[in-house]
């Protein structure tokens, strides 16, 4: 076990040498990025909700009743967002 030395005169160290070894500062690297996929054109895909649900009571003694829709198709970057209430109370 020891140092080697590389053409050049770069040191490698072998594990147990790495491991002992302590580094201070700051190390960058820079380079070209490989080449990325043209972005797509966005195809809007608008919010639907879906249909309401029943009636059910809110409890106490108040009266109220309440129903409820969840979201059946989110909107993607491009779409519109879903617009109105998914919770009525009566």
Same mark, same amino acid.
Do not use: T
């Given at each position: 076990?020891?140092?080697?030395?590389? &053409?050049?005169?770069?040191?490698?160290?072998?594990?147990?040498?790495?491991?002992?070894?302590?580094?201070?500062?700051?190390?960058?690297?820079?380079?070209?990025?490989? &080449?990325?996929?043209?972005?797509?054109?966005?195809?809007?895909?608008?919010?639907?909700?879906a249909?309401?649900?029943?009636?059910?009571?809110?409890?106490?003694?108040?009266?109220?009743?309440?129903?409820?829709?969840?979201?059946?198709?989110?909107a993607?970057?491009?779409?519109? &967002?879903?617009?109105?209430?998914?919770?009525?109370?009566?």
């Amino acid at each position: 076990a020891g140092d080697l030395m590389q &053409p050049g005169g770069v040191e490698v160290l072998d594990g147990a040498e790495f491991a002992k070894h302590v580094c201070h500062g700051v190390d960058q690297e820079f380079g070209a990025c490989p &080449p990325e996929e043209p972005c797509k054109p966005c195809v809007p895909q608008d919010c639907e909700f879906a249909e309401w649900g029943s009636w059910y009571d809110g409890g106490g003694c108040v009266g109220l009743r309440f129903r409820q829709r969840e979201v059946k198709i989110a909107a993607n970057e491009c779409g519109k &967002p879903c617009n109105g209430s998914k919770v009525e109370s009566k």
